[in-house]
Structure formats: structure tokens, C-alpha cells
T-cell receptor
Framework: DTEVTQTPKHLVMGMTNKKSLKCEQH?????MYWYKQKAKKPPELMFV???????INESVPSRFSPECPNSSLLNLHLHALQPEDSALYLC????????????FGDGTRLSIL | AQSVTQLDSQVPVFEEAPVELRCNYS??????LFWYVQYPNQGLQLLLK??????LVKGINGFEAEFNKSQTSFHLRKPSVHISDTAEYFC????????????FGQGTILTVHP
């Protein structure tokens, strides 16, 4: 069982819809991450939150909007997505220091119609 | 900048045979190295990590890896594989700065045949 919980597991949405992906961890980690993974590819970093503040944005389009309400929760708000945004979205967390491994959730499989 | 190269995109092997998945990295600073496994329709699970100290690192599920600084390699090995080891394996490197970016290799699909 993963210690990082992501909901929903699957999401199908139209290009005009607004939806949110949620991620939760109770390991006391202070860094949280969003990754996008296309089929047969490695995960690509999207955002990093450190102590609830956005520290890295890897030039992600504004139709993806991250939010970190508290140290245990991380959201990814979606609006006006494109078909090419269909992918597995993975959340991860870590203690924060660079030598600490990231722990991943099982992801949300997103399909854009 | 740092990068990771996994030399084999696919590795087929028979059950109970040994396996080695190769990983080379490049970085201008001290790095920390990880191997992750991804089973179908799941997230990434940490197999093992090299932070410092002994260059031979043991992980879960009988896997081990050896850090070789001179060859900038971090190859993953298992002496006897099982059908259940069929999955995709990612080598990753993280740099020396706090909250540094985790850079992944392209992945190696290990297929264990009966």
C-alpha cells in the first residue's frame, strides 16, 4: 500500500470542464511534487512545493494550477485541458532534503475527450 | 545539469536467471541515485537508494545495485528473477541542492518469461 494517496484514480473530462486532482500524505514530508507521465515515458516534473510554497514550476501551461492548502495536501486544478494532456498524473512527497527519496502515489489516469 | 542513461529499453529474461539493468549518469555535483519500479497501472515504488558510504546497496525484493563513481554507473542486479519482477524500472538521480530536481532515465522494461 502506498503512503501517498491520490484521488480520483481515473478521470475523464471534456476540454471545457474544470476538475481537480487531490493528493494526501501523512508522513510529515515538507516537499510535495506533481509529475506527468505519458505512456512508455518517464515521469516529467511539473511543480514542486516546499513548506507549502511553490518552489519550482517547470514552465507548465496555466491551464494547470497547483495548490497546497496545508503540509499534507496537494491539489492540481485543471481547466480547459487539451487532448495531449491525457496522461498519468503522479504525486510524490519527500522529507525535502536532496538526498531523501521521493515517495509516489499510484496516480490519476486522466483522459481528455 | 544532470542526466541519466538507461542503456537497454527492454530486457527479456527467463525465470530464475540473473539480470542486470544498466544505468549511467552524468552530473557536475555530488548526486544521490535511486532505482524505482513501476508495475502496470501503478505509481513508482522505491527499490533502493545510494546516498553515501558503501557502494553496494541492497534494496527490496532481492535487488541490489553498485555505485561506481569512476564509471558513473549505478547498475541494478538480481541473481534470480521471478515472473512477478516483470515491470518497468527507472534509474533516477537527484542533485546536491535542496529540493533538487529528480531526473529519470528513459526506463527499462523487464519481461520475465516462464
Amino acid at each position: 500500500d502506498t503512503e501517498v494517496t491520490q484521488t480520483p484514480k481515473h478521470l475523464v473530462m471534456g476540454m471545457t470542464n474544470k476538475k481537480s486532482l487531490k493528493c494526501e500524505q501523512h508522513m510529515g514530508h515538507r516537499a510535495m511534487y506533481w509529475y506527468k507521465q505519458k505512456a512508455k515515458k518517464p515521469p516529467e516534473l511539473m511543480f514542486v512545493y516546499s513548506y507549502e510554497k511553490l518552489s519550482i514550476n517547470e514552465s507548465v501551461p496555466s491551464r494547470f494550477s497547483p495548490e497546497c492548502p496545508n503540509s499534507s495536501l496537494l491539489n492540481l486544478h485543471l481547466h480547459a485541458l487539451q487532448p495531449e494532456d491525457s496522461a498519468l498524473y503522479l504525486c510524490a512527497s519527500s522529507q525535502g532534503e536532496s538526498n531523501q527519496p521521493q515517495h509516489f502515489g499510484d496516480g490519476t489516469r486522466l483522459s481528455i475527450l | 545539469a544532470q542526466s541519466v542513461t538507461q542503456l537497454d529499453s527492454q530486457v527479456p529474461v527467463f525465470e530464475e536467471a540473473p539480470v542486470e539493468l544498466r544505468c549511467n549518469y552524468s552530473s557536475s555535483v555530488s548526486v544521490y541515485l535511486f532505482w524505482y519500479v513501476q508495475y502496470p497501472n501503478q505509481g513508482l515504488q522505491l527499490l533502493l537508494k545510494y546516498l553515501s558510504g558503501s557502494t553496494l546497496v541492497k534494496g527490496i525484493n532481492g535487488f541490489e545495485a553498485e555505485f561506481n563513481k569512476s564509471q558513473t554507473s549505478f547498475h541494478l542486479r538480481k541473481p534470480s528473477v521471478h515472473i512477478s519482477d516483470t515491470a518497468e524500472y527507472f534509474c533516477a538521480v537527484r542533485g546536491g541542492t535542496s529540493y533538487g530536481k529528480l531526473t529519470f532515465g528513459q526506463g527499462t522494461i523487464l519481461t520475465v518469461h516462464p
